[in-house]
């Protein structure tokens, strides 16, 4: 049974994690960072510990008002995403000042689903735009971020990049419209470079039932938020005083997995 607009809406809203690095204790509006994506940086639940989205680690990372609602869902790509409503959603909750951080890709590749699918220099450049724009009309700030790898090594061991073209649609549409671009394909491929074939094993979800080698566990995610972290810097779209514990450990039990909403 497929849902209406209004109603992902309502059940959107109604399951939001909004989360804060600290207590916001002045007047002032903390900003927001609204996240839309995929399962890789979803909220998940105790039914699916120990995987985790990244989004549920970047809290940890943020400081002084900036808060963090993901609204990444599992499953979705560009068009999906906006086509069940879910931008919408977003986009009525968002106001001047927040962010929109934008990471899709891992289900815009999947050919035999139209429902998903789209084409890195058409339309899936087209679907970004609609993110984009629409965060630009409402005085927010749009910020396209390339998706997180794939553990894929080669015979030789060798990290392996697995999106195809889409990272690089997404960096020429980031310098065409002037949106700033957290590379975190090119720097989790490269994180998996260095920690090799065995070591990645303990950071993707891999467990006694399950090899995954697309969604990460605790340690996974706390490493690639670490990555989107710093991208947010480096690119100034957070200043200094917003981010903390960029080379500092964070403790892998600070992850929790709440029951899901009946």
């Given at each position: 049974?497929?849902?209406?607009?209004?109603?992902?809406?309502?059940?959107?809203?109604?399951?939001?994690?909004?989360?804060?690095?600290?207590?916001?204790?002045?007047?002032?509006?903390?900003?927001?960072?609204?996240?839309?994506?995929?399962?890789?940086?979803?909220?998940?639940?105790?039914?699916?510990?120990?995987?985790?989205?990244?989004?549920?680690?970047?809290?940890?990372?943020?400081?002084?008002?900036?808060?963090?609602?993901?609204?990444?869902?599992?499953?979705?790509?560009?068009?999906?995403?906006?086509?069940?409503?879910?931008?919408?959603?977003?986009?009525?909750?968002?106001?001047?000042?927040?962010?929109?951080?934008?990471?899709?890709?891992?289900?815009?590749?999947?050919?035999?689903?139209?429902?998903?699918?789209?084409?890195?220099?058409?339309?899936?450049?087209?679907?970004?735009?609609?993110?984009?724009?629409?965060?630009?009309?409402?005085g927010a700030r749009p910020v396209l971020a390339t998706p997180v790898e794939?553990?894929?090594?080669?015979?030789?061991?060798?990290?392996?990049?697995?999106?195809?073209?889409?990272?690089?649609?997404?960096?020429?549409?980031?310098?065409?419209?002037?949106?700033?671009?957290?590379?975190?394909?090119?720097?989790?491929?490269?994180?998996?470079?260095?920690?090799?074939?065995?070591?990645?094993?303990?950071?993707?979800n891999w467990t006694a039932t399950e090899q995954d080698n697309t969604h990460?566990?605790?340690?996974?995610?706390?490493?690639?938020?670490?990555?989107?972290?710093?991208?947010?810097?480096?690119?100034?779209?957070?200043?200094?005083?917003?981010?903390?514990?960029?080379?500092?450990?964070?403790?892998?039990?600070?992850?929790?997995?709440?029951?899901?909403?009946?």
């Amino acid at each position: 049974m497929s849902l209406s607009r209004r109603q992902v809406a309502g059940a959107a809203l109604a399951a939001l994690p909004l989360t804060a690095g600290t207590a916001y204790a002045s007047g002032k509006r903390p900003r927001t960072l609204f996240v839309a994506g995929d399962s890789t940086a979803a909220q998940k639940y105790a039914d699916a510990a120990p995987e985790t989205g990244w989004g549920m680690a970047l809290p940890f990372f943020l400081k002084h008002g900036v808060r963090v609602a993901n609204h990444a869902v599992n499953g979705r790509s560009s068009k999906s995403f906006f086509d069940e409503g879910r931008l919408d959603v977003v986009l009525g909750a968002i106001a001047p000042g927040d962010l929109l951080l934008v990471q899709f890709a891992h289900n815009d590749e999947k050919k035999a689903d139209p429902t998903r699918y789209t084409e890195p220099w058409t339309t899936y450049q087209e679907h970004l735009r609609l993110y984009v724009d629409g965060a630009r009309a409402r005085g927010a700030r749009p910020v396209l971020a390339t998706p997180v790898e794939r553990r894929r090594f080669d015979a030789a061991g060798n990290a392996v990049p697995s999106h195809g073209e889409y990272p690089a649609a997404m960096r020429a549409l980031a310098a065409a419209e002037g949106v700033a671009l957290l590379d975190v394909q090119a720097l989790s491929l490269a994180l998996w470079q260095e920690l090799g074939v065995e070591a990645t094993k303990t950071y993707f979800n891999w467990t006694a039932t399950e090899q995954d080698n697309t969604h990460v566990n605790p340690p996974g995610a706390i490493a690639v938020a670490r990555l989107v972290a710093r991208e947010l810097l480096r690119t100034r779209v957070l200043a200094p005083r917003d981010v903390r514990r960029l080379a500092e450990e964070v403790p892998e039990e600070w992850i929790t997995w709440p029951e899901a909403a009946a």
